[in-house]
């Protein structure tokens, strides 16, 4: 699950600047899970700008503002009431492909922070730094770039105490809970492997997945 948060509502507005006539579009999937982009932040959002001097054109709802075909027909239909600015409560993905799809200008009204799993209702913990070259099998099923501060691939750094991170004392040691399940499962052989170094020499952005192989 993408993981968003609100922007600060005065820094919305900001953005929108003397834009009168709005639009507004939401997402079904994450956005509607972490509460900043369901039918009740919409209707939130719409009455906080119309008290403000704002008019609401039009609103819409995609199941997934990342999906591209599906979005495209919800701001086309936005479109036609011809906005001065569509805020995209979405991902920054999704606020992508509303923006490659609208006549106008589009604003987000939250901010990205990772790809994360949902521990309880309300409460999210980063789970993937989406690095193209997963190591998991390798480290027990912990992801190491995203749970260790230092995003370290090769065991913990000299700073870790009492089994907790030197960055943040409050986490526990990505490297001691990656040796701990690695023992419990009997493959403590795979600490002793050595992981190339994360970086960005053999990545160029933007990238690209085709799984329909030559097909464009």
Known sequence: MIITQKKPIEEVMALLGDAKRIALIGCGSCATACATGGEKEIAELKSYLESHGKQVVATGMSDYCCMNMMTRNIVKKLNTSKPDAI?????????????????C??????????????????????????????????????????????????????GSRNGRCEVNPENPCAWIEIYNKLVSLGQEEKIGITREDKGYESVSYPRTVNIRGDRK
């Open 87 to 103: 805020i995209a409560m979405s991902c920054g993905d999704g606020v992508q492909v509303v923006a490659k799809h609208a006549d």
């Open 105 to 158: 200008v589009v604003y987000p009204s939250n901010n990205t922070m990772f790809l994360g799993e949902s521990i309880k209702l309300g409460l999210f913990e980063e789970a993937c730094h989406m690095c193209g070259n997963c190591v998991l099998g390798q480290t027990g099923g912990i992801c190491p770039i995203s749970r260790c501060a230092k995003s370290l691939v090769n065991g913990p750094c000299g």
